[in-house]
Nanobody
Framework: QVRLMESGGASVQAGGSLRISCAAS????????PAWFRQAPGKEREGVVG???????TYADSVKGRFTASLDNAKNTLYLQMDSLKPEDTGTYYC?????????????????????????RGQGTQVTVSS
C-alpha cells in the first residue's frame, strides 16, 4: 500500500501564497490517482484537484486559476501551489491516492466516490488564511 504524509501547512494573510506537499512512500504515487481534498470547519470534505492519467490536472471552480498541482515522480511527491489565497480557502488539506482501476479522468474529485473511499489518504495539514 502507499503511505502519504502532508506538510507545509501554515497561517497566511489573504492574498498570500503557500505550497503544501504530500510525500508518498511504499508504492509509486503515479500508479494511483493523486488528488487533493480539503475540509473547512463545519463543512463536508470537498475535492480541490485531481491529477489525470495524462498528467494534466482538473481543478474545482473555486480554485481554478489560483492553485496549481504538480506531481514530481522522481521525488514521489505531490505539490499544491496556492496563490491569491482567500479566507474561504481555510481548512485541513488532505492528499489522496485513489484506486487506479476506478480512475475517472477530467473530473473534479468527489470524496463520496469509491476510488477515494477505498483508497488512501494522509493525515492532513492545516491551512489558515486570515483577512
Amino acid at each position: 500500500q502507499v503511505r502519504l504524509m502532508e506538510s507545509g501547512g501554515a497561517s497566511v494573510q489573504a492574498g498570500g501564497s503557500l505550497r503544501i506537499s504530500c510525500a508518498a512512500s511504499g508504492r509509486t504515487y503515479s500508479d494511483y490517482s493523486p488528488a487533493w481534498f480539503r475540509q473547512a470547519p463545519g463543512k463536508e470534505r470537498e475535492g480541490v484537484v485531481g491529477i489525470n492519467r495524462d498528467g494534466s490536472a482538473t481543478y474545482a471552480d473555486s480554485v481554478k486559476g489560483r492553485f496549481t498541482a504538480s506531481l514530481d515522480n522522481a521525488k514521489n511527491t505531490l505539490y499544491l501551489q496556492m496563490d491569491s489565497l482567500k479566507p474561504e480557502d481555510t481548512g485541513t488539506y488532505y492528499c489522496a491516492a485513489g484506486l487506479p482501476h476506478l480512475s475517472r479522468d477530467y473530473k473534479v474529485p468527489d470524496p463520496r466516490e469509491d476510488r477515494w473511499q477505498l483508497g488512501y489518504r494522509g493525515q492532513g495539514t492545516q491551512v489558515t488564511v486570515s483577512s
